[in-house]
């Protein structure tokens, strides 16, 4: 008679997959609370106990760790001295083998879970009768996933048996998921022992989405979200609404989440391709939309457009006017949501704002044949303690105005230029290979805009031609980093034009 070993923290599906299994001749061994669910619905078991002639003994601890179980997964159907060597020890063959493990994740998810929790939710057993089983995919079907009980008894009942490439696709998956499950616990054990540089990365993530394309038509592309949450993230955003999600329009939200976390006053930014194009901030959300949208009110056509306040009727009726891609809010009202949703393609996303500021995770970027990992850009500053350099000191309107400028210029595409006043950017030059073609490209855009303008420059100036193109244009004062081996020249160069410039000392380049 063939056997089934079932061990299942997840009792989803379980009764009626044993039923199946059953139905087919196949005896059932489990152990504790899924042998007490399947004897309760009126499956038979055996229990582990009776295979091995051992208890379960140390909490539970040590119950499938024994020969008469992993003999029975591991022996070789085709090779007749691992079978005499099984007879010779009474080991009989498991042919089936549905496991999942101690629900590591969901525990270590819990508020105020202690570490001593953590570690009983390790799952030892459940992971070697896995690997076990799927390393002997030859002969033994395994399945970790409830999702493929239907497949596995559809199988049966049609053929009597699994086949070899179902059983090696579902083999493949379980070595997916202890690979997984052991990346989470090592990342667990690493964060509480503070390793800041492993000498092994290990990173889980889940499949969020299929994509239609990637970056271009051509390129294939899927969506994988931590395994672990982060809650204020795109990853973590629910779409109320429209067509789904495409690969640049997840890179461009993001990039877009990362900006407005920087505001705590009521913020809208838009975005397109990786860059703000307007960012504005007001006493009321429509008056922060009006701010982002004269911002630049051409390149908003097609953005996307993240506000950190509730959509209310008067500004879902301004955007309603444009061609938008996505729309990111904590919320929206009725109205609001009833009008917007009226574009079925429009996406509208909410997200949880109240988590912005948690601990930021450090970010990945991948390069051929490796990967970067880096502390995000999330250091505190305090313009009142930034350097002036220059013989005029910023007046209090124009060191709020270089606040924002200074918020939003981290987060431009570098070399980065950003000319704004206190409640909005006005002119954006992002990526240019020098710094004053930046410099002109923000100058250019703000227009006669200017006039009570300042600007934010991602590095220093390495030297004085973008300071005296700033100030012949109207701009009155200037926050950069300093640091230049040229700083000079660019101070003297503010102060022959009667410029307030200051120091942060602090780079932020974004490549």
């Not at 024994?66 to 003999?71: A, L, Q, R, S, W």
């Not at 394309?213 to 809650?231: L, R």
């Not at 009727?313 to 009725?334: C, D, N, V």
Request: net charge negative; charged share 25%.
């Amino acid at each position: 008679m063939r056997r089934a070993l079932i061990s299942v923290s997840d009792k989803t599906g379980v009764i009626e997959f044993a039923q199946g299994l059953v139905a087919q001749g196949i005896e059932i061994i489990s152990t504790g609370g899924t042998k007490k669910t399947l004897d309760e619905a009126g499956v038979p078991t055996i229990s582990i106990d009776e295979v091995t002639g051992f208890p379960e003994m140390m909490d539970g601890r040590v119950k499938t760790l024994h020969p008469k179980i992993h003999g029975g997964l591991l022996g070789r159907r085709d090779l007749a001295t691992h079978m005499s060597e099984m007879k010779e020890h009474q080991i009989s063959p498991i042919d089936f083998v549905c496991v999942n493990l101690y629900p590591f994740k969901e525990t270590i998810l819990k508020p105020e879970v202690t570490e001593e929790q953590a570690i009983e939710n390790i799952d030892i057993g459940g992971p070697s009768m896995l690997r076990s089983a799927a390393k002997n995919f030859a002969s033994v079907t395994v399945v970790v996933d409830p999702q493929d009980y239907e497949q596995v008894l559809a199988t049966l009942e049609q053929t009597g048996d699994t086949s070899l490439t179902t059983r090696k696709k579902l083999a493949a998956k379980v070595f997916r998921h202890t690979a997984a499950y052991d990346a989470l616990i090592a990342t667990y054990l690493t964060e509480i022992v503070e390793e800041e540089t492993p000498e092994t990365l290990t990173l889980s993530y889940d499949l969020k989405q299929t994509l239609r394309y990637g970056e271009n038509s051509h390129q294939k592309a899927a969506f994988y979200k931590e395994a672990i949450p982060t809650a204020f993230s795109i990853a973590s955003a629910v779409q109320q609404h429209g067509k789904e999600l495409s690969y640049n329009n997840i890179k461009d939200a993001d990039a877009a989440l990362r900006i407005i976390r920087e505001f705590t006053e009521p913020t809208v930014v838009a975005l397109k391709h990786m860059n703000p194009c307007g960012i504005g901030t007001g006493e009321t959300i429509f008056d922060a939309y009006n701010y982002a949208y004269e911002a630049d009110p051409v390149s908003i056509f097609g953005g996307i457009i993240v506000l950190n306040r509730e959509v209310d009727l008067a500004t879902a009726q301004k955007m309603h006017q444009l061609f938008l891609e996505i729309i990111i809010a904590p919320s929206y009202s009725e109205e609001a949501f009833a009008l917007l949703s009226e574009k079925k393609n429009l996406r509208l996303l909410t997200l949880d704002f109240s988590s912005k500021n948690q601990e930021a995770k450090p970010e990945t970027v991948s390069v051929i044949g490796g990967l970067l990992l880096q502390e995000q850009d999330v250091i505190e500053e305090i313009p009142t303690e930034w350097k002036c350099v220059t013989t005029r000191q910023p007046s209090h309107e124009e060191l709020a105005a270089l606040a924002f400028a200074w918020k939003a210029v981290k987060h431009v595409k570098s070399n980065a230029i950003v000319v704004a006043n206190q409640h909005q950017t006005l002119g954006i030059g992002a990526g240019q290979m020098n710094r004053v073609g930046s410099v002109k490209l923000a100058v250019e855009q703000a227009g006669v805009r200017i006039s009570e303008a300042v600007l934010a420059s991602d590095a220093y100036f390495p030297m004085g031609d973008s300071v005296e193109y700033a100030a012949e244009h109207g701009i009155k004062a200037i926050v950069q980093p300093g640091g230049s081996i040229k700083d000079q020249e660019s101070i003297d160069m503010a102060n022959k034009y009667g410029i307030a410039m200051v120091f942060t000392e602090i780079r932020h380049f974004r490549h």
